[in-house]
Structure formats: C-alpha cells, structure tokens
C-alpha cells in the first residue's frame, strides 16, 4: 500500500464551484476501486465505487473517473456544498492470491474544504 | 441499508487493563468483517481481516497476542485489545462487507476512540 505521511494534501474550493479530488493507486492489478468521505471523529462512509472494467461511473452530484493507464482516480463534485467539507479517501481492492481474501488499501487522503 | 456499529463510541482505561469493541452489521450478514486503526491526520491502516468461524488474518506487523478479533456470528465481531498502554490510544474503526451484495464495498462503522492512560 501507499505510504502514509503527517502533512493532507488540501483542497479548498467556493460554495458552488465543481471539486476534483485526485488519488494515484498503486497496483495495476486493482481491480475495484471505491470513494470514502470521512468526517471529523467519524467513520468513512461510502460515496462511489467503480470496476476496473469502467471508465467512469457517475452518482448523485459525483462522478468517478479512472484512467488505468497511469493508475489514477478522480472524483469529480458538482456544486460543491458546505456539507461536503471532509477529508476524502480512494481506496483500491487487492485481492492476494485471488479468491474471497481480499483488501482494501487506503490512498493519503484529501481534505476539502468549502469555502461558504 | 449497510449500516454498521461500533460500541463503545469511545473508552478511556488505564495502561495495563485490556478493553473490548464491538463491531455489528445491523441490517446485513457479513462473513468477512475489517478492523482499520487510524491515528490523527493519518490514513486508514488495515490490523487485521475477522472471518466469521475462522480465525482473523492479521496483517503485518500487528500481534495477535495482543488484538483479540473474534467473529463469532454473521453480524458481530469484537476486538480486544489487551494489557493495553498509551501507545495503543487510537481511533479504531471496523468495517463490513456485505456477502450477499456481490460487490467488494465495505461499510463502515462510526470508530471507537480508545485512550489509555
């Protein structure tokens, strides 16, 4: 998995603006890759998930992109609110040694914030 | 639907003493139940994978001896951490897949601060 350091990347945006929350994955043998949003003092709760058979996927005011060709991930916000302040957090699945034992890895993390 | 709990939400114990959290999957059955630990400003780092009937698979570096996991039901795994000491003060977080969902997402539970004086 990816290294984890002290220092979240930031994003700061305008009440309204569209966000784009980048992640570059590790393994190019990911082949399910899913969107957390965790608050403060909270549990990350599912946004959107995406296969790696698929471009992209698109959710209520998400969208998800994948480019497999330089292992990286986005998600995309519309009309971005106060209430998606957050940190967010692509995770991709690694399935060892195939089969039902399978993982996920954690990306850094991005902190965005909505700027009212 | 895919709600899951954690109890106690937070703990405070002294060095020493071993403390148990409860993970649930509330309106699903999960067969294969996640425990993440995450200090501040950090990532989630994975601990170990609790399969119910089985024994956990820890990931490296985490001691068995001390992180209990039991998963002793379709909806329920615990872990417990033992002779626990201030550097095991952490926000400890389960999660759960749904077995039946035929997808790999996994649903979390709202954490447990744990601190040990």
């Known amino acids: 998995g990816e290294s984890v350091g002290l220092h979240l990347p930031t994003l700061s945006v305008q009440e309204g603006d569209n966000s784009i929350i980048n992640c570059a994955y590790s393994?190019?043998?990911?082949?399910?890759f899913i969107w957390y949003k965790q608050e403060s003092g909270k549990g990350p709760q599912f946004i959107i998930d995406?296969?790696?058979?698929?471009d992209k996927r698109q959710g209520q005011r998400v969208t998800v992109l994948l480019n497999k060709t330089v292992k990286h991930l986005s998600l995309q916000i519309a009309a971005t609110q106060p209430g998606d302040s957050a940190v967010y957090f692509c995770?991709?699945?690694?399935?060892?040694?195939?089969?039902?034992?399978?993982?996920?890895?954690f990306g850094k993390g991005t902190l965005l914030t909505v700027n009212p | 639907g895919a709600v899951v709990s954690q109890h106690p939400s937070w703990v405070i114990c002294k060095s020493g003493t071993s403390v148990k959290i409860e993970c649930r999957s509330l309106?699903?059955?999960?067969?294969?139940m996640f425990w993440y630990r995450q200090f501040p400003k950090q990532s989630l780092m994975l601990m170990a994978t609790?399969?119910?009937?089985?024994?956990?698979?820890?990931e490296q570096g985490v001691e068995k001896d001390k992180f209990l996991i039991n998963h002793a039901s379709l909806t329920l795994s615990t872990l417990t951490v033992t002779s626990a000491h201030p550097e095991d003060s952490s926000f400890y977080i389960c999660?759960?897949?749904?077995?039946?969902?035929?997808?790999?997402?996994?649903?979390f539970g709202p954490g447990t601060r744990l601190t040990v004086t």
């Open positions: 995406i296969r790696s058979n698929m």
């Open positions: 999660s759960a897949r749904d077995s039946t969902s035929g997808t790999w997402a996994q649903y």
């Open positions: 609790s399969n119910e009937g089985s024994k956990a698979t820890y």
């Open positions: 995770a991709e699945n690694m399935t060892p040694g195939g089969g039902s034992n399978y993982k996920l890895t």
């Open positions: 393994n190019s043998a990911s082949d399910y």
């Open positions: 309106d699903f059955q999960a067969t294969t």
